[in-house]
């Protein structure tokens, strides 16, 4: 019997339009020498080679979405009796020496593009030509495919501990053969009766289609009245507005020490001093735009965060993932004052005893930053609460990782726009350093590397309080708790 998607997989997909695709994307590069030193190293066949060793470790990789004629019952996960691995891996390359600038824009289109949907629901492109002879992977996978818990992302079983090739054996997989209309009318026949939650999610389906149909009927009336009127659609503030279907992507690559010396002298945890260095780089950023700050005193931030639920059955992440909402004030001045207040909005997730610490998650066995921040982006886009913009921040391990025996020395996190939301951000910490990824619209906001420049000035301003360079807040306005990790 095929597996049907459950109602929250479904919405994904059709929730997606041409101006919001709905896939999360890692950048990892990787330095290809061997680790015996003979430079016989990572090239695009042996990441095949990898990937077909380890892809039985996540079924789903080779599944397709089929629908159910009639839609008489969700679709069905089916085998793609024509998977086809050089599709799903595709080699590219940069004109050498390809420099970071063209690897961003390499990036931003990539990432632009929804995803086939008559194929498995993922992409690797496997980027030559970098700087210095090393090689970037770029992992572009839907949110209705990783959820945590039935998949997790590919990454996460490509990457090794250690230098040591290891091969797995992989399988001599074969496809189920296709299930006919008939069978798949028949089969969603009999589920209707015989289970109420198959029944259940199919009037759900269809409530739910319509609601968002009507929805886009009246959008599409709103801008033909627009037109007809001479009226401009509300821009928003800097955050927000009409999206594009085209992306910016940014990198920026920071010390994971400096935020251990800012968090050692003023409290708190590592979380609480990224937080508030993002909140310095929105500041300083908005305040360099033509607009000034928008009226913008706060943003509202969702924050998707690991929790322990003593109720459920551990993911294989070993924990549940919620969203917890930060106020970022963008208003305050000090740096020292922002990182308290941010800091003390995480203070009741701590206290909650369900906060799960970060050494802790980052060295659960198997764990990877990339399904860590696919399943955050599907919370964040799954609130029901009203946010500006969604920030995922990961925890990775502290030590190197390896696939096929070459290193992973950069990993960027870039995570999917929401609808009307101009910017999004990912945050990875792995082995000593500290990734954020933003993404942007690239129409709303054409200066996304400014922002990404201010990330690294904000934190340099918040490691001067540290250090010595500025006064540092009064003892009695601190957060009295331990540093955590």
Same mark, same amino acid.
């Given at each position: 019997?095929?597996?049907?998607?459950?109602?929250?997989?479904?919405?994904?997909?059709?929730?997606?339009?041409?101006?919001?695709? $709905? +896939?999360?994307?890692?950048?990892?590069?990787?330095?290809?020498?061997?680790?015996?030193?003979?430079?016989?190293?990572?090239d695009?066949?042996?990441?095949v080679?990898?990937?077909?060793? $380890?892809?039985? @470790?996540?079924?789903?990789?080779r599944?397709?979405? #089929?629908?159910?004629?009639?839609?008489?019952?969700?679709?069905?996960?089916?085998?793609?009796?024509?998977f086809?691995?050089?599709?799903?891996?595709?080699?590219?390359?940069?004109?050498?020496?390809?420099?970071?600038?063209?690897?961003? *824009?390499?990036?931003?289109?990539?990432?632009?593009?929804?995803?086939?949907?008559?194929?498995p629901?993922?992409e690797?492109?496997?980027?030559?030509?970098?700087?210095?002879?090393?090689?970037?992977?770029?992992?572009?996978?839907? #949110?209705?495919?990783?959820?945590?818990?039935?998949?997790?992302?590919?990454?996460?079983?490509?990457?090794?501990?250690?230098?040591?090739?290891?091969?797995?054996?992989?399988?001599?997989?074969?496809? +189920?053969?296709?299930?006919?209309?008939?069978?798949?009318?028949? *089969?969603?026949?009999?589920?209707?009766?015989?289970?109420?939650d198959?029944?259940?999610?199919?009037?759900?389906?269809?409530?739910?289609?319509?609601?968002?149909?009507?929805?886009?009927?009246?959008?599409?009336?709103?801008?033909?009245?627009s037109?007809?009127t001479?009226?401009?659609p509300? $821009?928003?503030?800097?955050?927000?507005? *009409?999206?594009?279907?085209?992306?910016?992507?940014?990198?920026?690559?920071?010390?994971?020490?400096?935020?251990?010396?800012?968090?050692?002298?003023?409290?708190?945890?590592?979380?609480?001093?990224?937080?508030?260095?993002?909140?310095?780089?929105?500041?300083?950023?908005?305040?360099?735009?033509?607009?000034?700050?928008?009226?913008?005193? #706060?943003? #509202?931030a969702?924050?998707?965060?690991?929790?322990?639920?003593?109720?459920?059955?551990?993911?294989?992440?070993?924990?549940?993932?919620?969203?917890? @909402?930060?106020?970022?004030?963008?208003?305050?001045?000090?740096?020292?004052?922002r990182?308290?207040?941010?800091?003390?909005?995480?203070?009741? +997730?701590?206290?909650?005893?369900?906060?799960?610490?970060?050494?802790?998650?980052?060295?659960?066995?198997?764990?990877?930053?990339?399904?860590?921040?696919?399943?955050?982006?599907?919370?964040?886009?799954?609130?029901?609460?009203?946010?500006?913009?969604?920030?995922?921040?990961?925890?990775?391990p502290?030590?190197?990782?390896?696939?096929?025996?070459?290193?992973?020395?950069?990993? @960027?996190?870039?995570?999917?726009l929401?609808?009307?939301?101009?910017?999004?951000?990912?945050?990875?910490?792995?082995?000593?350093?500290?990734f954020?990824?933003?993404?942007?619209?690239?129409?709303?906001?054409?200066?996304?590397d400014?922002?990404?420049?201010?990330?690294?000035?904000?934190?340099?301003?918040?490691?001067?309080?540290?250090?010595?360079?500025?006064?540092?807040?009064?003892?009695?306005?601190?957060?009295?708790?331990?540093?955590?990790?």
């Amino acid at each position: 019997m095929s597996e049907r998607l459950r109602q929250r997989d479904l919405a994904f997909l059709e929730l997606e339009t041409p101006t919001t695709p $709905r +896939h999360n994307c890692t950048v990892e590069v990787f330095d290809p020498a061997s680790s015996d030193g003979s430079g016989a190293g990572f090239d695009y066949d042996r990441f095949v080679a990898l990937i077909l060793d $380890r892809i039985s @470790f996540v079924p789903r990789y080779r599944q397709r979405v #089929q629908a159910v004629p009639g839609h008489l019952a969700n679709p069905v996960w089916v085998d793609d009796d024509h998977f086809d691995i050089g599709y799903h891996v595709r080699r590219s390359a940069l004109p050498r020496p390809g420099s970071t600038e063209q690897l961003r *824009e390499l990036v931003a289109r990539i990432v632009s593009r929804p995803l086939d949907r008559s194929r498995p629901l993922w992409e690797i492109y496997f980027v030559e030509g970098l700087t210095d002879g090393r090689v970037a992977l770029l992992y572009k996978t839907h #949110q209705a495919l990783v959820d945590g818990v039935e998949t997790v992302d590919l990454g996460q079983v490509l990457l090794d501990k250690d230098p040591e090739v290891r091969v797995l054996g992989g399988d001599d997989w074969r496809p +189920h053969r296709h299930p006919s209309g008939a069978a798949l009318l028949v *089969e969603a026949i009999h589920d209707n009766l015989t289970e109420p939650d198959v029944a259940l999610d199919t009037v759900r389906h269809a409530v739910t289609s319509a609601a968002r149909a009507a929805d886009r009927l009246a959008s599409g009336a709103g801008k033909v009245v627009s037109g007809l009127t001479g009226r401009r659609p509300d $821009r928003g503030n800097a955050l927000s507005g *009409e999206l594009s279907q085209q992306r910016r992507v940014i990198g920026v690559e920071t010390s994971l020490a400096d935020y251990r010396t800012v968090r050692d002298v003023h409290g708190g945890t590592v979380n609480d001093v990224i937080l508030a260095t993002l909140t310095g780089a929105l500041r300083a950023w908005l305040m360099t735009r033509s607009e000034s700050m928008g009226g913008l005193r #706060q943003i #509202q931030a969702v924050v998707p965060v690991s929790v322990i639920d003593r109720e459920l059955e551990a993911t294989s992440l070993g924990s549940q993932i919620a969203a917890h @909402f930060v106020t970022l004030p963008i208003a305050e001045s000090s740096p020292v004052v922002r990182l308290h207040q941010v800091s003390y909005s995480f203070q009741a +997730h701590t206290e909650t005893g369900r906060a799960v610490a970060a050494n802790r998650l980052a060295g659960i066995a198997g764990f990877a930053p990339t399904t860590f921040h696919a399943v955050g982006s599907r919370v964040a886009a799954e609130s029901n609460r009203e946010f500006q913009i969604c920030i995922t921040n990961v925890p990775g391990p502290q030590s190197p990782l390896y696939a096929a025996g070459a290193r992973m020395v950069r990993t @960027f996190p870039i995570p999917p726009l929401l609808p009307d939301q101009a910017l999004a951000i990912g945050v990875t910490s792995y082995d000593g350093r500290v990734f954020y990824g933003i993404t942007s619209d690239r129409d709303l906001v054409p200066d996304a590397d400014v922002l990404g420049q201010c990330v690294t000035e904000a934190l340099a301003e918040l490691l001067d309080t540290a250090t010595g360079g500025r006064p540092k807040i009064p003892r009695g306005r601190r957060r009295k708790t331990a540093p955590k990790p």
